[in-house]
């Protein structure tokens, strides 16, 4: 792996604005073309993208809304890669999903391309992340646009969404957790009897 140097206080400076949400100053960092919306801001791979969204924006308040918006167009205008992953191989969904980041987990999944049923290293999707902190709202918004409670979907260490919803305590994602798998286990069953009989 490659390494270039760059210079501290312009990622000292990103990661305070990412956190405090100035546009203005992510924009003043991100011209310079020192840094991109990818490059990688710490020990574990995070940048831009994932610090923005590991942000938690409570949705009621318009102000921060806006701000969030800001910040996130900010980031599309230099280099924004939606997919990026960190060390872990987690993506900006995991993080928005951990933090309960409906502002920014509505604007990925809205965006072409958002691989939502990504997995990390340790085999960990964002519905799985969403799941396990108890997000009834993030886990809607993920099923909503295609994420899959499939059990193939396993983690390192050999479980799956239904494992997460037992383990959450939270009927609500235990309900539609199992409604979801009956549906897509529905669905497998009509496709197979669609298929005409070979003679």
Do not use: W
């Amino acid at each position: 792996m490659a390494y270039c140097f760059i210079p501290f206080r312009h990622t000292e400076t990103l990661l305070d604005s990412l956190k405090k949400e100035e546009s203005e100053n992510i924009k003043k960092v991100l011209k310079y073309r020192i840094l991109t919306a990818t490059t990688p801001l710490n020990k574990v791979g995070l940048n831009a993208l994932h610090i923005l969204a590991s942000n938690q924006v409570n949705s009621a308040n318009q102000n921060k809304v806006e701000m969030h918006q800001n910040c996130l167009a900010s980031l599309q205008d230099y280099g924004l890669d939606i997919n990026s992953m960190d060390y872990f191989g987690r993506n900006a969904l995991h993080f928005a999903a951990s933090a309960g980041n409906l502002v920014c987990l509505s604007a990925l999944l809205n965006t072409d391309g958002c691989q939502v049923n990504a997995q990390s290293i340790g085999g960990e999707t964002a519905l799985m992340k969403a799941i396990q902190h108890g997000n009834v709202p993030v886990v809607q918004l993920l099923l909503q646009h295609g994420a899959s409670a499939n059990p193939n979907y396993v983690t390192s260490t050999g479980l799956n969404t239904l494992h997460f919803a037992t383990q959450s305590n939270n009927y609500d994602i235990q309900s539609f957790i199992a409604q979801v798998l009956e549906y897509e286990q529905a669905s497998q069953q009509l496709e197979g009897m669609e298929k005409p009989m070979s003679q």
